[in-house]
């Protein structure tokens, strides 16, 4: 008897010790992967900025981007940043990330210059970023505007550009679009007049809406716009008012009632066939024609499973690429 609970117990003490073994490597484990970053000192940079003509850049703000990420930024004027560069009162260009390890990595600068960004060619023609590297890097300002710097390689940044290119849509104030940002009522209906060439709206148009003075000084007018010809329209509260929600996500429904009226207001009523989505029961009756014009043009789809998802939100990527097929059809 005290040999077999002789053996228990080493049993008992052997699975300890194997189970307090694998507890430590999974925790050291756990903290290898939530290591934080190795402290990076920012490298520095300074140099001229000149235009394609050779003329200095009266002044902007140069920017410094790592894989897409903005890592520093610093304003500028008289055709030069952060000189004379041995003046050590003289704000200088810091480069650093506290969310990747930039070593080695090639840093794409651009210029902000009123609302917008230019590339740069840079002399050196390639920088790449060391810890602790202090380097002049003179750049040449391109004629044109650059591409959004959060759409270069994304599925939808043709597209993208080229309603930039035609005033149709714009970026925010930090020269970016946020592609995979929903895109709001305020800024579709925006969109969707501008697309249209529709005439600016007057208050007048938004005085149906509880929240009427909410809507953007920017959006007023094309929201304005967008009603008065019943592209959009409001919602309908418990007190007997309507508001307009300028912030509110447009979802893949209200898009497609959205382009459907367009599609009929500018080719006519049409008869499409009824589409077979898994989902149709969950797409409201007041849309089901609508989205039946639109999926029939194509000009929005359903999922891979066979569903359409009404409810989900239309990011800004997506909504510009089904606009820019409505332009096609029309």
Request: aromatic content about 8%; overall charge negative; glycine content about 10%.
């Amino acid at each position: 008897m005290q040999g077999f609970l002789k053996k228990d117990y080493l049993a008992f003490l052997l699975a300890l010790v194997l189970v307090l073994l694998f507890t430590t490597e999974t925790a050291f484990a756990a903290e290898e992967e939530t290591q934080p970053l190795p402290l990076q000192v920012p490298a520095i940079y300074y140099g001229v900025v000149n235009t394609e003509e050779g003329e200095p850049v009266a002044g902007g703000v140069v920017k410094a981007y790592v894989g897409g990420e903005l890592c520093g930024s610093l304003p500028f004027t008289g055709g030069s940043y952060g000189m004379p560069e041995d003046d050590p009162s003289v704000k200088r260009l810091l480069v650093f990330s506290a969310t990747q390890d930039l070593s080695g990595c090639v840093v794409d600068f651009r210029v902000f210059k009123d609302g917008k960004e230019y590339t740069v060619a840079t002399v050196p023609d390639q920088v790449k970023w060391e810890s602790r590297n202090r380097q002049q890097v003179d750049m040449i300002m391109s004629r044109n505007p650059a591409p959004f710097i959060d759409i270069q390689g994304h599925w939808a940044g043709q597209t993208v550009q080229q309603l930039v290119d035609k005033e149709i849509i714009n970026g925010y104030d930090d020269y970016t679009f946020r592609p995979e940002n929903p895109i709001s009522r305020a800024e579709c209906a925006t969109i969707m007049a501008r697309a249209l060439g529709l005439p600016s709206g007057s208050q007048a148009d938004l005085a149906g809406f509880r929240d009427s003075t909410t809507i953007p000084i920017w959006a007023a007018g094309p929201v304005g716009a967008a009603v008065q010809v019943g592209l959009i329209k409001g919602y309908p509260e418990e007190d007997g008012t309507i508001t307009f929600q300028s912030d509110l996500p447009v979802t893949r429904v209200e898009l497609a009632v959205i382009l459907g009226r367009v599609v009929k207001g500018k080719l006519g009523g049409q008869q499409p066939e009824e589409t077979a989505f898994t989902d149709w029961d969950n797409i409201p009756g007041w849309a089901q024609d609508d989205v039946n014009t639109a999926v029939k043009l194509g000009l929005i789809k359903g999922y891979p499973d066979g569903a359409f998802k009404p409810s989900n939100n239309v990011t800004r990527a997506e909504a510009t690429t089904m606009i820019d097929r409505l332009l096609e059809k029309i």
